[in-house]
């Protein structure tokens, strides 16, 4: 009386704060800054539920051969208020006469770690991206990561029954696979669109020492977001986005999206996630040197009885912003 069943599932790693840091969507995001951009993030997952995921990461980016600014659409000069009734875009002070708008490339690096229950995945991508002017203002950008990708066994939530069971003697129950992404984005000061496909390789793996009649394989996914930023007031800002994931044979999964910004310097924000979530978090910037954001999950699916939500913080630091750029993606 014994049944077998193939399970499918989610395998990259889910955030809710994404927003703040799109360079986990998209390795075209790479270089759109003006500066150094590094972001650490931790989630923990569906507290109270053993076993429940915990996902960690850092990452960075930085423009090459990049001469024109880029900045918030703002009624307001960051430095101090100003009490003028134009609403003129802000520029930077001291803005050079060999500055113009051309193409420029984008480098950059992620260091993912997942762990649920008695499996541990961990990433590492380099990134490199190109960004095309279309006109004075929209620029499209291409990116591409690659890397590896290690799957393992989390010693700490596996247990036996059989003190016999090989697996028990078994320390190197690891596989290491080629991982690859790709993506497309357009983008300016007040809005961005994009797709990326991660996990182009479907690279099969087993952690049997003999062939596997069904193998695990690395599954594609799909990404698509996009969202616009309007000025409400002299004070406030307003961005409504969506972000469409496809990972066959799941059914399409979307989030909705919107942030208030006051100042460019405070922010809060909801999320709507089908079928899963809701999602409040809230966040500020000190001096365009240093963001901090959070997150709470509340849980909409019947994992809401045996869990208490979902946690996640996410730490920036602007590194080499000499001239103080607001730079779009901190707001995306």
Do not use: C
């Not at 990134?127 to 010693?155: E, R």
């Not at 952690?207 to 969202?227: D, L, M, N």
């Not at 961005?239 to 942030?259: E, G, Q």
């Not at 996630?273 to 001096?287: E, Y």
């Amino acid at each position: 009386m014994l049944a077998g069943a193939n399970v499918q599932a989610q395998q990259i790693p889910h955030y809710s704060q994404y927003m703040l840091n799109p360079l986990l969507l998209n390795p075209a995001i790479s270089g759109t800054d003006n500066y150094l951009d590094v972001r650490a993030g931790y989630r923990n997952q569906w507290v109270g539920l053993e076993g429940a995921p915990t996902s960690y990461y850092l990452s960075g980016h930085m423009p090459l051969g990049k001469l024109d600014y880029s900045s918030t659409p703002t009624t307001f000069r960051p430095q101090s208020f100003s009490k003028s009734k134009s609403r003129a875009r802000w520029k930077p002070q001291h803005k050079s006469t060999l500055q113009k708008t051309r193409a420029h490339h984008g480098l950059g690096a992620l260091v993912q770690v997942d762990q649920a229950a008695g499996l541990k995945r961990t990433d590492a991508q380099l990134i490199y991206a190109y960004h095309l002017p279309l006109n004075s203002s929209i620029k499209l950008a291409a990116g591409i990561s690659g890397g590896i990708t290690q799957y393992g066994l989390n010693w700490e939530h596996i247990s036996f029954t059989n003190p016999s069971d090989p697996v028990t003697s078994a320390q190197d129950y690891r596989r290491t696979r080629p991982n690859l992404g790709v993506g497309l984005m357009a983008y300016d000061g007040q809005f961005y669109a994009g797709i990326s496909l991660a996990q182009v390789l479907p690279a099969p793996f087993s952690f049997r020492s003999s062939s596997a009649e069904v193998p695990a394989k690395q599954q594609r996914h799909i990404f698509a977001h996009g969202g616009y930023r309007f000025a409400v007031g002299r004070q406030f800002s307003v961005l409504p986005s969506v972000v469409l994931k496809y990972a066959n044979p799941s059914p399409l999964a979307f989030d909705v999206n919107a942030k208030v910004f006051y100042r460019d310097q405070f922010w809060l924000g909801g999320t709507y996630r089908h079928h899963d979530a809701a999602v409040a978090s809230a966040g500020f910037q000190l001096k365009q040197r240093l963001h901090l954001g959070y997150a709470y999950d509340f849980t909409t699916s019947q994992l809401s009885t045996v869990s208490h939500g979902s946690h996640e913080i996410v730490l920036g630091l602007m590194l080499r912003n000499t001239r103080g750029v607001f730079s779009p993606s901190q707001y995306w």
